[in-house]
């Protein structure tokens, strides 16, 4: 049985299946040609987004990656901005200028979402340094890939942040592929929670399929952050289950791979969890089906929107909006 408490576990189920409506509505949407943009699929990452953001407050910080719509969803940015932030509309988060890759909603804690590989770990350090010095007992998350373990911005960031003690849990979601590129073939070392040690730091290595390894050890590490322990790095291990971005060929993955992931996959297992602790079908399908059709709203809401007019390129640009200034 779980250690987790069954509010809890409630929770992060929730949060984990709208993650995973939200990923096969846009590829719906994106099948059916109803929308034209870049999307990263999250498919069999869904419970470690979900798992971490149910370990923070809503006031904590998060730093993540294109691949972020886990954790923007799972921390709660309301889905009628962020699928118009997605289309480009001007009732976004972002006003429709972010787009996928630039989802930012600070009311959420959502301070960035980048696509330059490992460039949120630095700025994760910075954001979590301003709240050691501030005192306002927030910690910062950064969700990055494997392949962004590799930057060198990642070594600078975890010395920089065991150094001062910052309040910063570092998620590397090692999907064992970094774009084409299979972990063992761009990474030298075994893991890379064990680089940890090299900086004097916390590393835990869990497996990112099991809600009981993954939400406990997330949540120790941001309690450690808050109590001024400093910070841990936290690898989760997971499978990208299709490829690198929507529509992308996926053929290099090898087919027992491919058997592995469906075997691992962390939604009927979560699923058992909450079996276990006496939530029953209808109970979880109930769940899903309010979550469906909360996202239909959002997206009707979106593609009726409109998209954002030319007078939006001068404004959010500069501190002096460029229109006032001339
Ligand atoms: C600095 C930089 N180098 C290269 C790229 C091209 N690129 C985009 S995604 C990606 C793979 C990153 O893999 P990983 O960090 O494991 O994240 P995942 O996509 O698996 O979530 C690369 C190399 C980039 N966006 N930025
Ligand atoms: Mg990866």
């Not at 007992?137 to 910052?166: C, P, R, W």
């Not at 791979?257 to 962390?266: F, I, S, W």
């Not at 909360?294 to 909006?321: K, N, Q, R, W």
């Amino acid at each position: 049985m779980s250690t987790i408490d069954r509010a809890k576990l409630l929770d992060i189920y929730t949060r984990t299946m709208k993650v995973n409506r939200t990923d096969e509505k846009f590829r719906s949407l994106l099948m059916q040609g109803k929308v034209a943009v870049m999307y990263y699929c999250v498919r069999g990452q869904e419970l470690v987004s979900a798992a971490a953001m149910a370990a923070l407050t809503d006031d904590d910080y998060v730093v993540c990656t294109y691949r972020g719509q886990g954790e923007q969803t799972a921390k709660g940015i309301p889905p009628e901005l962020w699928w118009a932030e997605c289309l480009g509309k001007v009732t976004g988060t972002c006003k429709g200028k972010g787009g996928t890759m630039h989802i930012t909603y600070p009311e959420k804690g959502i301070m960035v979402t980048t696509g330059v590989v490992g460039s949120g770990l630095p700025i994760a350090t910075g954001l979590a340094m301003a709240s050691q010095n501030n005192g306002d007992g927030k910690v910062t998350l950064v969700s990055f890939g494997d392949g962004a373990a590799n930057i060198g911005g990642f070594h600078e960031a975890m010395n920089m942040a065991q150094l001062y003690k910052l309040p910063v849990v570092f998620l590397c979601q090692n999907n064992r592929y970094g774009e084409h590129t299979a972990f063992a073939d761009h990474t030298s070392s075994e893991s890379i929670s064990a680089r940890a040690a090299g900086y004097g730091m916390r590393g835990v290595l869990v497996d990112g399929n099991d809600v009981n390894a993954v939400y406990p050890a997330v949540q120790e590490a941001v309690d450690r952050a808050r109590a001024g322990e400093g910070p841990t790095l936290v690898e989760a291990m997971c499978y990208r289950m299709m490829g690198h971005f929507f529509g992308a060929d996926f053929s290099y993955m090898p087919k027992e791979h491919l058997a592995e992931m469906q075997r691992e996959d962390p939604l009927p297992k979560l699923r058992q969890v909450m079996l276990d602790h006496q939530f029953s079908e209808e109970e979880l399908d109930a769940i899903v089906a309010d979550i469906d059709a909360e996202i239909d709203g959002a997206v009707a809401a979106a593609l009726a929107a409109d998209l954002p007019g030319p007078e939006e390129l001068a404004i959010d640009v500069f501190e002096t909006p460029l229109v006032e200034a001339r």
